[in-house]
């Protein structure tokens, strides 16, 4: 029966040619994942199958742990690779830490387009939601794990999620499989451990049929979200000039839910991450309510929300490059720092490079004279106490004011490359050349990367 299960999920995702990859931890669930693959194997061999086991180093066990996932591999007759990885704890968590780290781990080693296949169960689909519903997660979150989603450039899918635990333990012991036992599942210091293994077993006891009852409100909260996400989409080209912004003033002339609907799917679309309730009423009432001089901006995970001229914007969380200074070749292309893009000056002799150059996107560029044998070619990014005269302009403004002038939103102002001839600013990357460089010898070109 399980095999069947197993047998008609993959079937389903997997109906031509592909690589199917397990995410074998050697615990139980994965344990028979890799038994149910490799009978699987048998009956579909057109598809390239491999086995990735994660080595977190998290336990003393760790290598041991290693060796017996490729034995088992092994005597599966299945390809296996073990792969280290370093678990960095930025302050959310050794849990995410580590799942980061492991998800990153297999998909820096699998094809595009692979099926990396998953062991959670119907019963860590009820941990899913109950985590959740503390949290007090709305129908997104409520909808728990899906079946199959991105990850990476391959697919994760989770086979067995509406499989019971009993009923994988019951499988594991009729094949007379052995597993690993990984003993920071018994930690209850772990939120999903505490409710594993202290909540839900007297919740089930009381009431048996409470995991599946939970994974039938996890599906149709994620079939309402679905739904809700289908009814939304009509409204994207109407609040959404580009992918990354959205304007306030379309979003005005919608209700106050469908303002919050709206907002809350484009910033789960432009940054991959799901905005609490709180964090929310923050962007409505300190960003989008804020007076027209201020500068607000909300932090979302390594996004910021910005305000500039009644539209929002979703831009990284960028590291201050000011003092940054690099010298450019005539006719060479250099990489900006902190993905703030490349630029080239271009003048004679221009060869192939620059043919592929321009034909990269958000291109700007300008045209002036070229540099003199005695001026050094350098580009900055300080606006700090910087005057300069745009060609056509009649006297010099302060850097500050022009990019006011020009409409620069504040997050770019220290990030829009600045072209020195000496110790003289020659032109501002898109926006002007400064009067005494204009000319036609030269092409200055900025590629811009946000």
């Not at 990859?21 to 579909?44: C, E, K, M």
């Not at 598809?47 to 990735?52: K, P």
């Not at 003033?249 to 905005?275: C, F, I, N, P």
Request: net charge neutral.
């Amino acid at each position: 029966m399980l095999f069947s299960v197993f047998e008609n999920v993959l079937d389903a995702h997997a109906p031509s040619s592909r690589q199917i990859v397990l995410a074998f931890s050697g615990g139980i669930d994965s344990r028979v994942l890799l038994d149910l693959l490799s009978t699987y194997r048998d009956v579909h061999p057109q598809h390239r199958y491999l086995v990735i086991h994660i080595h977190h180093g998290l336990s003393s066990h760790a290598d041991a742990w290693m060796k017996q996932c490729e034995a088992w591999a092994s005597d599966a007759g299945l390809p296996f690779k073990g792969v280290k990885v370093k678990v960095e704890n930025n302050g959310e968590g050794v849990e995410k830490a580590a799942r980061t780290a492991r998800y990153q781990g297999i998909t820096d080693n699998v094809e595009s387009n692979a099926l990396i296949l998953t062991g959670q169960h119907a019963d860590d689909q009820a941990e899913t939601f109950l985590l959740a519903l503390k949290r007090g997660s709305g129908p997104a979150g409520l909808s728990a794990m899906p079946i199959l989603r991105p990850m990476g450039h391959a697919h994760l899918l989770r086979p067995l999620l509406s499989v019971t635990r009993a009923e994988i333990e019951a499988y594991a012991v009729q094949q007379g499989l052995s597993w690993v036992e990984d003993e920071s599942n018994l930690d209850c210091k772990f939120d999903r451990n505490f409710i594993r293994q202290r909540w839900l077993p007297p919740a089930q006891s009381r009431w048996p049929g409470l995991v599946k009852a939970i994974n039938r409100t996890a599906s149709l909260c994620a079939e309402q979200e679905a739904l809700l996400e289908e009814l939304l989409e009509s409204h994207d080209a109407i609040v959404r000039p580009e992918p990354k912004v959205l304007a306030l003033h379309a979003l005005a002339d919608y209700s106050e839910k469908m303002q919050s609907a709206l907002v809350r799917r484009w910033l789960k679309q432009a940054t991959g991450l799901s905005a609490s309730q709180a964090q929310l009423n923050t962007l409505f009432s300190s960003v989008i309510a804020a007076s027209d001089d201020a500068n607000p901006k909300l932090h979302l995970g390594d996004w910021q929300v910005r305000r500039f001229q009644s539209q929002l914007y979703v831009v990284p969380e960028f590291e201050d490059i000011s003092d940054w200074c690099g010298s450019l070749q005539l006719s060479q292309i250099a990489v900006l720092p902190n993905e703030s893009g490349q630029v080239a000056l271009f003048g004679d002799g221009i060869e192939s490079t620059r043919h592929k150059f321009d034909a990269q996107g958000n291109r700007v560029s300008l045209h002036l004279r070229r540099p003199k044998a005695d001026e050094e070619v350098s580009i900055r990014f300080d606006p700090e106490s910087v005057f300069a005269r745009p060609l056509g302009r009649q006297g010099k403004r302060r850097l500050k004011k022009l990019y006011q002038e020009y409409g620069v939103p504040s997050w770019m102002r220290r990030r829009t490359p600045l072209l020195y001839y000496g110790e003289t600013l020659a032109a501002v990357a898109g926006l002007f050349v400064c009067e005494g460089f204009e000319g036609q010898d030269c092409d200055f070109v900025w590629h811009k990367t946000h």
